[in-house]
């Protein structure tokens, strides 16, 4: 059964969500010394990028295009930070912990919709992750910043987490909410882990080729 993809609680994540990751494209802003205009783009296209996409390939409205609240939250999130950012002592170490809380956010959300939408278990996980990961590569493009992506501390692997426990909790049937819960503290906890710890996943390590002769 397909359930309501414009559910109240999948709003409420979504907006979460966007004021989240709209938090860390202002303090990637602030970090470039861009005028309040700069700020607000950056939040807006940072908080609700991930999910524009997401959207799309399910071929579902745009949640803000449905409801323009989130888009309004980035703004007003951008206004706040503008005038608030000097007092933060270390800004990327914010922009890592909002991300991680936005990615968490983000990966159960688009996992969500991806079931409710009518997908497999696969393409469900594959929106977590997808929608996870596209709010902090659009915020690095745009803000020329080094890709979170690409650091060496898990962060795809925590998304694909996050996405496939609420899969699997549903599947055995647990309540939404709870699974909801359940697995955006799973996400959470090893992005914060890995940030702390320094944790990867093992590395491609270049060898000589093959001998042709």
Not at 50 to 56: A, I, K, Y
Not at 80 to 99: G, N, Q, T, W
């Amino acid at each position: 059964m397909i359930l309501d993809a414009s559910a109240p609680f999948l709003q409420t994540l979504d907006l979460a969500a966007a004021v989240a990751f709209a938090i860390t494209g202002a303090l990637v802003a602030s970090r470039k010394q861009l005028d309040i205009l700069g700020f607000v783009w950056l939040s807006v296209i940072t908080g609700v990028g991930g999910g524009t996409v997401r959207d799309l390939i399910l071929g579902l409205p745009v949640f803000w295009v449905v409801d323009p609240t989130p888009v309004l939250a980035c703004i007003a999130t951008a206004i706040a930070v503008h005038f608030a950012a000097h007092l933060m002592e270390s800004r990327y170490r914010y922009i890592l912990l909002f991300d991680a809380f936005g990615m968490a956010l983000v990966a159960v959300a688009g996992a969500a919709k991806g079931l409710d939408a009518g997908t497999g278990a696969l393409v469900a996980v594959m929106m977590g992750v997808m929608t996870a990961a596209l709010g902090g590569i659009i915020r690095d493009t745009f803000g020329q910043e080094p890709s979170i992506i690409l650091r060496r501390e898990i962060y795809v692997a925590a998304a694909m987490t996050g996405a496939a426990s609420y899969v699997a909790l549903i599947k055995l049937g647990l309540d939404r909410p709870v699974a909801m819960g359940i697995s955006f503290a799973v996400a959470f906890v090893i992005r914060v882990l890995a940030i702390r710890f320094n944790w990867s996943l093992p590395a491609y390590k270049a060898r000589a080729g093959r001998d042709q002769s």
